[in-house]
């Protein structure tokens, strides 16, 4: 049984996975709070993948670049 991951304060993390489809595809991680700040960026060369995590720090992930997007929903394709 998958059983989801909670932060110190029950929060349930959702992962998503990012594939490049582009060199230099960026992946910018937006802060929770009232006022949304970036906290972090990768940069993923083609057919690189990365699998990032909602949290009590992170609310949001900003995309730059043509990737596919994991999610429980299914698959978005973001373009740029």
Avoid: M, W
Avoid at 2 to 13: I, Q, V, W
């Amino acid at each position: 049984k998958y059983e989801k991951a909670k932060d110190s304060t029950g929060f349930e993390n959702e992962y998503i996975c990012i594939k490049a489809l582009q060199p230099g595809t960026q992946i910018i991680g937006l802060t929770r709070g009232s006022e949304t700040k970036s906290h972090h960026t990768e940069n993923l060369d083609k057919g690189e993948i990365l699998v990032v995590q909602f949290t009590e720090k992170t609310s949001a992930i900003k995309i730059r670049g043509n990737a596919e997007v994991y999610t429980k929903f299914g698959v978005i394709k973001a373009e740029k």
